[in-house]
């Protein structure tokens, strides 16, 4: 699975595709593949504050729960409201499938975010291939 | 999460069939072993519906033979041995002298001085321990054949007809938690157990555990169900099937520090056939009034998932339990837990909170098994 360039990614496996002020964030696809099926998404408000490297909300597979950790600090403008009847479209395109929408406080900190070529070797390093 | 293999784990013969297949692997109690491969939800439904298979060779098999096997059984496992006719199954356990459990168990008879005792891959090695030792004033012979087999699972509705295509027994014959002997897959002498872990009907066959053999065989039982859509599963398929099912899973509903009567298998465990490890504890139990706690199922009413080790409370807000076992149920559509709470809260429909993280959720008592599959129609 391609990581696309254009977005940043962090440690914890999530995404940011930021555009001027804003920013949609998910999960990656090695995230959704290691969760498994993802039967729950518990989303953030919409106007709720978000905190970079804080966690925003969380993710439920039939296996496991995983916190979602936000990227970036801001504002949650808008959340995927179709994720709430249909998580598992994370595990048919993670890359397509944002969670919320953030208004960024401080553009400059998606700079100390992983480039995807950082990511993927971060992963490469994380399963030992 | 890690899929990091590492040399200490163990493996079945089956593992590079796995990794060529695409599963995902975890350490499941010192084996590397598929959690899944097309995915969790897919697999439990397949064998809801159609057919699984599993590799499930991480299981033991202790046998017992010589004059005085069944006398050691009846010592070492809670349920009567002696109603067992050959080639039928028993489910038992063997519990320690306070009544709580050592492992529970699959008991075969071949014959009057020939058993097979079939063990939890997590407990193989203080399992076999325990009976080698327990057995020891027995005239019997305790042979440890765990790594003589590869141990298939074909779980399903669809399962006796995929399997009938690869033996000359006529799988009709044999009943629920019976077994026969047959040729399977061109393999003679090959144990075939009606028995399983899923709350479906299936078969459990042991083979030889070279690779080769191993391997024709997982290919041979996939190609057999492929008009019925079988799906190689994996042990989280098998662990939601199982708790759909309010199947005991050993370190959750069944442990060294759960006894009999809480965990809810006091229909298994026979207290009037004569002393055994673990009787007179329990006979003390009863004596006192029983147990003060007991397992559950619930079902979480309100939004939320109950998972393993969550807090179960009261009303007022006081921790009463704990979650042993808890899941989405894929086939349900609900979700489910098997909990241990006092006795006084374990009537049906009354209402409890699990604490899922930083929330208290909603939960009821309801009937186990959670599942119950469908009588055939004959």
């Known amino acids: ?129 | 999460m890690s899929s990091t293999a590492t040399p200490a784990l163990r493996k079945t013969a089956l593992n590079a069939v796995h990794r060529q297949m695409g599963a995902k692997m975890v350490d499941f109690g010192g084996w590397d072993m598929p959690v899944e491969y097309s995915g969790l939800i897919a697999e439990h439904m397949a064998v809801r519906t159609g057919v699984g298979l599993f590799d499930v060779s991480h299981m033991g098999d202790i046998q017992l033979r010589g004059p005085e096997s069944l006398n050691a059984i009846q010592h070492i496992c809670m349920n009567d041995a002696s109603k067992l006719q050959v080639g039928q199954a028993q489910y038992s356990a063997m519990l320690y002298p306070q009544g709580t459990f050592v492992d529970d168990v699959i008991v075969h008879k071949f014959s009057d001085n020939d058993y097979l005792i079939v063990i939890n891959a997590g407990t193989r090695e203080k399992d076999y321990n325990w009976i080698k030792t327990s057995a020891q004033k027995f005239h019997c012979h305790v042979s440890d054949y765990s790594d003589y087999y590869t141990q298939l699972a074909i779980q399903g509705p669809k399962a006796a007809e995929t399997l009938q295509k690869l033996t000359s027994v006529d799988l009709s014959t044999i009943k629920f938690y019976w077994f026969k002997w047959g040729t399977v897959c061109g393999l003679p002498n090959t144990l075939i157990a009606r028995t399983g872990y899923t709350g479906e009907d299936g078969f459990e066959i042991y083979i030889p555990s070279d690779e080769a053999t191993s391997k024709r065989v997982w290919e041979e039982v996939l190609e057999a169900g492929k008009e019925f859509g079988i799906l190689p599963c994996g042990l989280g398929a098998r662990n939601t099937l199982r708790l759909e099912a309010a199947l005991s899973l050993y370190g959750h509903e069944i442990s060294e520090t759960i006894n009999v009567f809480e965990a809810g298998l006091d229909r298994f465990c026979k207290l009037e056939k004569g002393p055994f490890i673990g009787s007179e504890a329990l006979r003390q139990v009863l004596n006192s009034g029983g147990p003060e706690r007991k397992l559950v199922g619930l079902e979480v009413i309100e939004r939320g998932i109950a998972r393993d080790g969550y807090g179960v409370f009261n009303e007022a807000g006081t921790q009463i339990g704990v979650v042993a076992s808890g899941s989405p149920a894929p086939f349900l559509k609900k979700n489910i837990a098997l909990a241990f709470v006092p006795c006084e809260y374990a009537a049906l429909d009354k209402e409890v909170f699990v604490q899922v993280r930083s929330a208290m959720v909603k939960a009821k008592v309801v009937p186990t098994p959670f599942y119950r599959r469908p009588k055939k129609q004959q």
């Open chain 1, 1 to 129: 699975m391609a990581y696309p360039a254009n977005y940043r990614y962090t440690r914890e496996h999530e995404w940011i595709e930021v555009d001027g002020k804003t920013g949609k964030v998910g999960i990656t696809d090695y995230a959704q593949n290691s969760l498994g099926d993802i039967v729950f998404v518990e989303s953030p408000k919409v106007g709720a504050a978000v905190k970079k490297g804080e966690v925003f909300g969380s993710v439920e597979s039939v296996k496991a729960v995983s916190d979602l950790y936000s990227p970036v600090t801001g504002t949650v403008t808008e959340v995927n409201e179709e994720l709430a009847s249909a998580p598992e479209k994370i595990n048919s395109d993670a890359h397509a499938s944002w969670i919320m929408k953030v208004e960024l406080s401080d553009p400059s900190e998606v700079e100390s975010l992983l480039s995807a070529e950082d990511y993927g070797k971060y992963i490469a390093e994380e399963t030992g291939h």
